[in-house]
Protein backbone atom coordinates (compact mmCIF):
# COMPACT_ATOMS: atom_id res chain seq x y z
CA UNK A 1 0.00 0.00 0.00
CA UNK A 2 1.66 3.47 -1.46
CA UNK A 3 1.41 6.01 1.28
CA UNK A 4 1.63 9.70 1.91
CA UNK A 5 2.13 11.01 5.08
CA UNK A 6 1.56 14.62 6.66
CA UNK A 7 1.13 16.43 9.73
CA UNK A 8 -2.61 17.02 10.04
CA UNK A 9 -2.09 20.48 12.23
CA UNK A 10 -3.08 22.88 12.58
CA UNK A 11 0.31 24.72 12.04
CA UNK A 12 0.43 28.15 13.34
CA UNK A 13 2.83 30.86 12.66
CA UNK A 14 3.11 34.70 12.46
CA UNK A 15 2.87 36.77 9.90
CA UNK A 16 6.47 36.98 8.45
CA UNK A 17 7.77 34.03 9.77
CA UNK A 18 8.57 31.01 7.54
CA UNK A 19 6.62 27.74 7.37
CA UNK A 20 7.86 24.04 7.14
CA UNK A 21 5.45 22.26 5.67
CA UNK A 22 6.84 18.00 5.28
CA UNK A 23 6.01 15.28 3.82
CA UNK A 24 7.26 11.46 4.00
CA UNK A 25 6.32 8.72 1.47
CA UNK A 26 6.48 5.08 1.43
CA UNK A 27 7.18 3.84 -2.44
CA UNK A 28 10.60 4.29 -3.22
CA UNK A 29 9.82 4.34 -7.07
CA UNK A 30 7.99 7.58 -6.41
CA UNK A 31 9.36 10.10 -9.12
CA UNK A 32 7.42 13.63 -9.09
CA UNK A 33 6.04 15.40 -6.12
CA UNK A 34 3.67 18.33 -5.95
CA UNK A 35 2.59 20.15 -3.25
CA UNK A 36 -0.80 21.48 -3.83
CA UNK A 37 -2.86 24.38 -1.92
CA UNK A 38 -6.31 24.12 -0.87
CA UNK A 39 -8.61 26.86 0.48
CA UNK A 40 -11.73 26.12 2.36
CA UNK A 41 -14.74 24.90 -0.13
CA UNK A 42 -12.35 25.08 -3.20
CA UNK A 43 -10.34 22.68 -5.20
CA UNK A 44 -6.93 21.95 -5.14
CA UNK A 45 -4.55 24.56 -6.65
CA UNK A 46 -0.94 23.45 -8.11
CA UNK A 47 1.99 25.65 -5.74
CA UNK A 48 5.69 23.15 -6.53
CA UNK A 49 6.40 20.29 -8.41
CA UNK A 50 9.88 18.97 -7.54
CA UNK A 51 11.31 15.98 -9.63
CA UNK A 52 15.17 15.66 -8.30
CA UNK A 53 17.25 15.74 -5.22
CA UNK A 54 17.71 19.17 -3.76
CA UNK A 55 15.86 22.01 -3.34
CA UNK A 56 13.76 24.20 -6.00
CA UNK A 57 12.43 28.03 -5.83
CA UNK A 58 9.54 29.72 -6.99
CA UNK A 59 8.89 33.14 -5.59
CA UNK A 60 8.17 32.87 -1.51
CA UNK A 61 8.04 29.42 -1.83
CA UNK A 62 11.14 26.01 -1.79
CA UNK A 63 10.29 22.23 -2.49
CA UNK A 64 12.87 20.27 -0.73
CA UNK A 65 13.32 16.62 -1.85
CA UNK A 66 15.16 13.75 -0.47
CA UNK A 67 14.42 10.54 -1.91
CA UNK A 68 16.98 8.83 0.13
CA UNK A 69 14.46 9.72 3.03
CA UNK A 70 11.93 9.40 1.31
CA UNK A 71 11.26 13.01 2.63
CA UNK A 72 9.61 16.01 0.49
CA UNK A 73 9.18 19.58 2.11
CA UNK A 74 7.57 22.94 1.68
CA UNK A 75 9.02 26.24 2.63
CA UNK A 76 6.85 29.68 2.66
CA UNK A 77 8.74 32.24 3.54
CA UNK A 78 7.59 35.83 4.28
CA UNK A 79 3.60 34.26 5.25
CA UNK A 80 1.13 36.24 4.57
CA UNK A 81 -2.72 35.26 5.95
CA UNK A 82 -3.72 34.83 2.61
CA UNK A 83 -1.46 31.57 2.56
CA UNK A 84 -4.07 30.00 5.59
CA UNK A 85 -5.01 27.24 3.85
CA UNK A 86 -4.73 23.25 3.37
CA UNK A 87 -1.27 21.88 1.51
CA UNK A 88 -1.77 19.01 0.04
CA UNK A 89 1.47 16.53 -0.52
CA UNK A 90 0.72 14.01 -3.53
CA UNK A 91 3.43 12.09 -5.44
CA UNK A 92 3.48 9.96 -8.55
CA UNK A 93 5.18 6.74 -9.07
CA UNK A 94 6.19 7.12 -12.16
CA UNK A 95 4.99 6.20 -15.66
CA UNK A 96 1.35 8.43 -16.43
CA UNK A 97 1.46 10.94 -13.63
CA UNK A 98 -2.44 10.59 -13.86
CA UNK A 99 -2.23 8.59 -10.34
CA UNK A 100 -1.65 10.73 -7.86
CA UNK A 101 -1.19 9.88 -4.38
CA UNK A 102 -1.95 12.43 -1.62
CA UNK A 103 -1.53 12.98 1.81
CA UNK A 104 -4.52 13.82 3.92
CA UNK A 105 -2.59 17.77 4.14
CA UNK A 106 -1.75 20.21 6.34
CA UNK A 107 -3.78 22.84 7.52
CA UNK A 108 -1.77 26.12 8.22
CA UNK A 109 -2.71 29.38 9.55
CA UNK A 110 -0.94 32.34 9.53
CA UNK A 111 -1.83 34.93 12.18
CA UNK A 112 -1.69 39.09 11.82
CA UNK B 1 -6.97 29.04 -21.92
CA UNK B 2 -10.24 28.50 -20.28
CA UNK B 3 -9.74 25.75 -16.48
CA UNK B 4 -11.04 22.42 -16.36
CA UNK B 5 -15.04 22.69 -16.31
CA UNK B 6 -17.29 20.46 -13.97
CA UNK B 7 -20.85 19.87 -13.97
CA UNK B 8 -22.95 20.06 -11.95
CA UNK B 9 -21.55 21.64 -9.12
CA UNK B 10 -24.04 19.92 -6.76
CA UNK B 11 -25.70 17.19 -6.61
CA UNK B 12 -28.35 16.06 -4.42
CA UNK B 13 -29.15 11.90 -5.06
CA UNK B 14 -30.71 9.37 -2.76
CA UNK B 15 -29.63 6.03 -1.73
CA UNK B 16 -29.86 3.39 -4.79
CA UNK B 17 -29.83 5.77 -7.28
CA UNK B 18 -27.06 6.40 -9.70
CA UNK B 19 -25.51 9.63 -10.81
CA UNK B 20 -23.11 10.95 -13.94
CA UNK B 21 -21.11 13.26 -13.56
CA UNK B 22 -19.34 15.28 -16.30
CA UNK B 23 -15.75 16.97 -17.00
CA UNK B 24 -14.42 19.08 -19.97
CA UNK B 25 -10.25 19.04 -19.37
CA UNK B 26 -8.40 21.89 -20.65
CA UNK B 27 -8.18 22.36 -24.51
CA UNK B 28 -5.20 19.97 -25.45
CA UNK B 29 -5.35 18.25 -22.55
CA UNK B 30 -5.67 14.56 -23.34
CA UNK B 31 -5.88 12.77 -19.89
CA UNK B 32 -8.56 13.22 -17.60
CA UNK B 33 -8.22 12.16 -14.01
CA UNK B 34 -11.10 11.63 -11.29
CA UNK B 35 -10.52 11.55 -7.71
CA UNK B 36 -12.88 11.56 -4.40
CA UNK B 37 -12.17 13.63 -1.68
CA UNK B 38 -14.11 13.06 2.16
CA UNK B 39 -13.12 14.17 5.32
CA UNK B 40 -12.10 11.06 6.29
CA UNK B 41 -10.31 9.75 4.00
CA UNK B 42 -8.39 12.73 2.14
CA UNK B 43 -8.43 12.72 -1.76
CA UNK B 44 -8.81 9.78 -3.43
CA UNK B 45 -7.61 8.26 -6.88
CA UNK B 46 -10.31 6.84 -8.59
CA UNK B 47 -9.55 6.42 -12.31
CA UNK B 48 -7.37 7.84 -15.47
CA UNK B 49 -8.62 8.16 -19.00
CA UNK B 50 -6.09 8.80 -21.94
CA UNK B 51 -7.23 8.93 -25.32
CA UNK B 52 -10.61 7.20 -24.55
CA UNK B 53 -8.89 4.08 -22.88
CA UNK B 54 -8.70 4.26 -18.96
CA UNK B 55 -4.91 4.01 -18.27
CA UNK B 56 -5.29 3.51 -14.11
CA UNK B 57 -7.86 2.84 -11.99
CA UNK B 58 -7.80 3.16 -8.19
CA UNK B 59 -9.24 0.85 -5.65
CA UNK B 60 -13.08 1.71 -5.46
CA UNK B 61 -15.64 -0.91 -5.98
CA UNK B 62 -17.19 -1.85 -9.76
CA UNK B 63 -20.24 0.66 -8.90
CA UNK B 64 -18.08 3.34 -10.06
CA UNK B 65 -17.22 3.47 -13.61
CA UNK B 66 -16.27 6.23 -16.14
CA UNK B 67 -15.63 6.73 -20.08
CA UNK B 68 -14.16 9.34 -22.17
CA UNK B 69 -15.16 10.54 -25.29
CA UNK B 70 -13.13 11.35 -28.36
CA UNK B 71 -12.94 15.30 -27.71
CA UNK B 72 -10.94 14.65 -24.68
CA UNK B 73 -14.14 15.12 -22.31
CA UNK B 74 -14.47 12.33 -19.78
CA UNK B 75 -17.71 11.18 -17.12
CA UNK B 76 -18.05 9.13 -14.47
CA UNK B 77 -20.87 7.34 -13.39
CA UNK B 78 -21.93 6.15 -10.02
CA UNK B 79 -24.75 3.24 -9.39
CA UNK B 80 -26.57 2.46 -6.92
CA UNK B 81 -25.87 5.20 -4.40
CA UNK B 82 -24.13 4.80 -0.55
CA UNK B 83 -24.54 7.15 2.25
CA UNK B 84 -20.43 6.81 1.87
CA UNK B 85 -20.42 8.38 -1.62
CA UNK B 86 -20.99 11.68 -0.27
CA UNK B 87 -18.15 13.49 -0.97
CA UNK B 88 -16.87 16.32 -3.60
CA UNK B 89 -15.48 14.93 -6.68
CA UNK B 90 -12.51 16.37 -8.64
CA UNK B 91 -11.24 15.86 -12.16
CA UNK B 92 -8.26 16.90 -13.21
CA UNK B 93 -6.58 17.01 -16.57
CA UNK B 94 -3.01 17.20 -17.53
CA UNK B 95 -1.71 16.40 -21.46
CA UNK B 96 -0.69 12.99 -20.34
CA UNK B 97 3.13 13.02 -21.28
CA UNK B 98 5.77 12.00 -18.68
CA UNK B 99 5.67 14.59 -15.82
CA UNK B 100 3.30 16.80 -16.62
CA UNK B 101 1.09 18.58 -13.62
CA UNK B 102 -2.48 17.80 -13.25
CA UNK B 103 -5.06 21.11 -12.90
CA UNK B 104 -8.03 20.45 -10.78
CA UNK B 105 -11.49 21.64 -11.92
CA UNK B 106 -13.55 23.19 -8.95
CA UNK B 107 -15.20 19.53 -8.08
CA UNK B 108 -18.53 18.23 -7.95
CA UNK B 109 -20.39 18.10 -4.32
CA UNK B 110 -22.52 15.21 -3.99
CA UNK B 111 -24.74 14.49 -0.74
CA UNK B 112 -26.37 11.15 -0.81
CA UNK B 113 -29.36 11.22 1.16
Known amino acids: QKEVEQNSGPLSVPEGAIASLNCTYS??????FFWYRQYSGKSPELIMF????GDKEDGRFTAQLNKASQYVSLLIRDSQPSDSATYLC????????????FGKGTKLSVKP | KAGVTQTPRYLIKTRGQQVTLSCSPISGHRSVSWYQQTPGQGLQFLFE???????NKGNFPGRFSGRQFSNSRSEMNVSTLELGDSALYLC????????????FGPGTRLLVL
Open chain 1, 27 to 32: DRGSQS
Open chain 2, 49 to 55: YFSETQR
Open chain 1, 90 to 101: AVSSGGSQGNLI
Open chain 2, 92 to 103: ASSSGTHQETQY
Open chain 1, 50 to 53: IYSN
